[in-house]
């Protein structure tokens, strides 16, 4: 969803090198050259993990009428005990888990949303370079719906709800005082950057950036977004297939980051192998390394194939955590009067964008007034923040230190 967003906007910027468009994309390694696609794990980039817990807006509290004035009768309290037992049963009071991955025990606190379909993990390798630049905290968190966030309603991505969701996170660590934070959002996790910094969900607000999303070209992208997701392979043999997929395609150009990110984005199948719907679509989620080959070795090849497809049927299948295309509703409230919204938020702003053919009006006329700081990252997907992690640092970095929101560590070379 996150490449489609913009998909009629990044003709004008160079391809990945070895790809060409068309559906049959096949990239050629060259001889001792097979990249690594196995996963990486998230203590690599973070120091811990956690699930937050925050407590449903629809919670209510469980009402009981003793049937004495005083103390309680036997009958009333063995009644008691046993509503006691089942509303923490049955979660009369629900409470909302986040997972939460975080770095950093100084400075302000960096809010990471990521975009649609992907994960709190898309932030890893950026959050091992910023921590290495300035003195900050990082804390990135999987929305509703993604990653291994566990809602009552993960279905309700709308705006708001997602918003809201955000600064309840903030009240669950921080409580009523919370330090000074800076909301850092990519595409989809822009957008509800801006409606949290509008809607004031994080009193402590200190800054706002917001990687390549911008209403008018959004809005434009939705037509053709359900075509996207259907044309994406439905299944992959293994995680590893996942990663090899994303880099690919181009959905992630930056390997590195597509070993750790695409963990988020996949899940094994739910649906048993055996069924119609998911024997189909096999082949559709596998990519093969194509390496050099001489003629001699065509036997070989073969069987080996033939060994590696009795393997798949042995395995798990992967598929996406998230079904986006059932989401279509709320695309439209994310987007919709977003640069105005950004426009009006009082805090100093940064957007980063891929290519500045993403500007729309109200945005070219802000920037021209200086009421944000702009900067271009040229040779990016639309997952800037994967595919060049070092040049989103060092813009956040300078933008934070010349806003005096934190410091240079010792010995940085600036």
Not at 149 to 163: F, H, I, R, W, Y
Not at 248 to 258: F, H, L, P, W
Request: proline letters at 5%; a negative charge; hydrophobic letters at 35%.
């Amino acid at each position: 969803m996150e490449k489609q967003l913009h998909l009629n906007l990044l003709a004008s910027k160079p391809p990945m090198a070895g790809l060409q468009s068309g559906s049959n994309v096949k990239l050629r390694m060259g001889p001792g050259r097979k990249r690594d696609f196995t996963p990486l794990p998230w203590s690599q980039y973070f120091e811990t993990m956690e699930d937050v817990e925050v407590e449903n807006d629809n919670s209510k509290d469980i009402s009981f009428v003793y049937c004495c004035e005083d103390s309680l009768c036997s009958s009333c309290a063995m009644t008691f005990q046993i509503l006691q037992f089942y509303s923490v049963k049955h979660s009369f009071t629900p409470l909302y888990t986040f997972r939460i991955y975080s770095s950093g025990s100084l400075g302000p606190v960096l809010m990471l949303l990521h975009g649609g379909g992907h994960s709190a993990l898309s932030w890893a390798v950026f959050t091992s370079v910023i921590c290495s630049r300035i003195n900050c905290r990082v804390v990135a968190m999987d929305l509703r719906g993604h990653g291994d966030a566990k809602v009552k309603n993960p279905d309700d991505l709308s705006a708001e709800t997602m918003a809201k969701d955000v600064g309840k996170v903030v009240e669950a660590l921080y409580g009523e005082n919370p330090p000074p934070i800076m909301i850092i959002g990519h595409s989809m996790g822009g957008a509800i950057a801006v409606h949290t910094a509008a809607a004031n969900h994080v009193p402590s607000l200190l800054g706002l950036c917001v990687i390549d999303v911008v209403e008018g070209t959004a809005m434009d992208a939705l037509n053709s977004m359900q075509n996207f997701l259907r044309s994406r392979p439905k299944t992959f043999k293994s995680v590893e297939n996942a990663i090899e997929w994303s880099v690919k395609s181009g959905q992630i150009r930056n390997v590195e980051s597509a070993r750790v990110s695409m963990v988020g984005q996949v899940k094994k199948c739910e649906e048993p192998l055996s069924s119609p719907g998911v024997s189909k679509s096999i082949t559709e989620g596998i990519i093969e390394e194509e390496e050099e080959e001489d003629e001699e070795g065509g036997e070989s090849n073969h069987k080996r194939k033939k060994e590696d497809d009795q393997e798949i049927k042995k395995e798990c299948l992967y598929t996406w955590r998230i079904e986006l295309s059932k989401t279509e509703k709320y695309w439209e409230g994310w987007f919709k009067g977003l640069s105005s919204l950004f426009l009006t938020c009082s805090v100093p702003k940064l957007l980063l964008l891929a290519g500045v053919d993403r500007l729309d009006k109200d945005l070219t006329i802000g920037q021209m007034q200086g009421k944000f700081q702009m900067q271009v990252l040229p040779q990016c997907g639309h997952a800037v923040h994967e595919d060049a992690p070092e040049k989103v640092a060092d813009a956040l970095a300078t933008f934070m230190v010349r806003h005096k929101f934190t410091e240079f560590k010792e010995g940085f070379p600036w």
